[in-house]
Structure formats: C-alpha cells, structure tokens
C-alpha cells in the first residue's frame, strides 16, 4: 500500500515539473509591454523560405566548429559570439533565421537575440541533420 501511495506522489509531483511546449515570451524592455519571442521553422518552411523569399530573410549558419552549410545561407557566425551576430545584424526589426547542426546551438543564439530585443528571429530545430534526413544537401564552402 505505502508503495503505491508513493508511487502516485512521485507521478503527481513528476507532472507538476512538465512545460507545455509552448514558447515563452520574453520582455524586450522594463518599458516594453509587447514581448518578444522566439518563433521556429520547421525544415520544409524554411525550404519554401529559401526558395520563394530568399532575400527577405538574413539566414545565418551558427554552428562551430563549420561543418558545411546549407545552400543559401548568407552569414557564418559562432552562436556564442553574441557581438559578432549583434555587429553583423544591426537591424532587430528584420527576419533573421538561424540554424546550426542540430539545433541546439541556434536555439541559444535565438534565445540570446530575442533577449537583446530582436523580435523577428527564427530558429530551425534539428538544423542541417533534419535538413539533410529531408533528403536535401548540405554543401561546403
């Protein structure tokens, strides 16, 4: 009996540490009562963003060390060098789309961007591995 007492403590407080999913907004500002937040792209929008919009969008490659890139890409930059992305993408009002390998670090340079207030950045979970799994290619520059 204590073992499923236990048991249904355990699960009650397991499920009381689970998020949702849902992306969280972030303040731009103290001042600012419009949050920013990170928005994603999924493998085939970022596709028809490189097709039909390819200038409208800054598309920047964040992993290290560089393991190729996906066609397209306009800026190479360490997703932990925040200057570098800062100095390289003055405008926080433009569509900027970051990807690394995997996805983990272009999910921290979008967090670190939307935190510096840029509020049309765009990340790529799974970066060039979904990419490439998609059947489409990496190539190296």
């Known amino acids: 009996m204590h073992r499923v007492i236990w048991t ?4 009650f407080a397991a499920a009381a540490c689970t998020t949702t999913g849902t992306p969280t907004a972030i303040p731009t ?7 920013a937040v990170a928005h994603t792209l999924s493998i085939d929008e970022f596709a028809a ?3 039909n919009e390819p200038d409208t969008y800054t ?3 964040v992993h290290i060390p560089y393991e190729g890139e996906i066609d397209g890409t306009d800026l190479k930059i360490a997703y932990n060098d925040l200057n ?3 100095a390289a993408l003055p405008d926080k009002d433009a569509p900027i789309i ?3 390998r995997s996805g983990n670090m272009s999910a921290q340079a979008t967090q670190a961007l ?4 840029y509020n049309q950045v765009y ?6 591995v979904a990419w490439q799994t998609s059947g489409r290619e990496i190539v190296d520059r």
């Open 98 to 100: 970051l990807y690394c």
């Open 84 to 86: 570098a992305l800062a």
């Open 29 to 35: 500002s103290q001042n600012s009562s419009e949050p």
């Open 114 to 117: 939307v935190e510096r207030g």
């Open 49 to 51: 963003v490189l097709e």
């Open 123 to 128: 990340d790529v979970p799974g970066g060039m």
């Open 59 to 61: 598309i920047v490659n």
């Open 8 to 11: 249904a403590i355990a699960l």
